[in-house]
């Protein structure tokens, strides 16, 4: 047994950063079984699950490179949570529009603002109502915070993932969806405050 399999996560994190590549790899490896399976259980798609395997380390190597990297956490659960929230974000991105939402409406349901003008056939007459929405929530979204504005401008109107997000105003994937979520609960209170109609 070589002095590094003797080594918790903990000094092998440190070994890696100071420059030590194999610390790295002793890790994957005393990890990966756990890993993979703990992602098949999100995923049950094995193709799926090895991108995602190989991009979690990616995410590591870069946050353990940046110094990034906290002890708050042991070291497997945090890779968990990067692996958690790449297959939360490729869900996302794979449905298209994101599952958070404002609340939810006068039945409990929940509710998303853009669901409502959603419209695979307009006529020329929704299309007019569309349009007219489509300009009172452009109005409305300036007013929302800078942060908050910035994510859903990025991941509606540009139609990027929140990964991409996350990596474009460097923060994690939780904190842009924390920033969607108010953004989308502050456009329906502004809406409700200011009787919009938002359905065609």
């Known amino acids: 047994m070589s002095t590094q399999q003797l080594m918790d996560d903990h000094q092998l994190v440190n070994l890696y950063m100071k420059g030590e590549e194999s610390a790295l790899e002793t890790l ?5 079984r756990r ?3 703990y992602i098949m259980t ?7 699950a090895n991108d995602v395997f190989q991009e979690t380390f990616f995410k590591v190597i870069n946050t353990l490179r940046r110094g990034q990297y906290n002890e708050e956490g042991k ?6 949570r990067i692996a958690h929230n790449l297959m939360i974000d490729h869900f996302r991105k794979d449905s298209r529009m994101p599952t958070v939402s404002g609340g939810a409406n006068e039945d409990g349901e929940e509710f998303d603002i853009f669901d409502l003008i959603q419209n695979d056939e307009p006529t020329a007459e929704e299309d007019i109502t569309k349009r007219q929405i489509n300009k009172d929530l452009r109005k409305l979204v ?3 915070p800078e942060d908050q504005r910035e994510v859903l401008m990025m991941r509606h109107y540009y139609d990027m993932s929140f990964k991409e997000i996350a990596e474009s105003t460097n923060v994690s994937i939780n904190t842009a969806l924390g920033r969607m979520r108010y953004a989308l609960i502050n456009l329906r209170k502004m809406v409700s405050e ?3 109609v938002l359905s065609t």
Do not use: A, M
Request: glycine share 4%; proline share 4%; charged share 30%.
């Open 142 to 144: 300036t007013k929302l």
């Open 194 to 196: 200011k009787g919009l």
């Open 35 to 37: 890993l993979f399976s």
């Open 42 to 48: 999100i995923s049950s798609d094995r193709d799926l």
């Open 28 to 32: 994957v490896h005393r990890h990966k």
């Open 75 to 80: 070291f497997l659960p945090w890779v968990e």
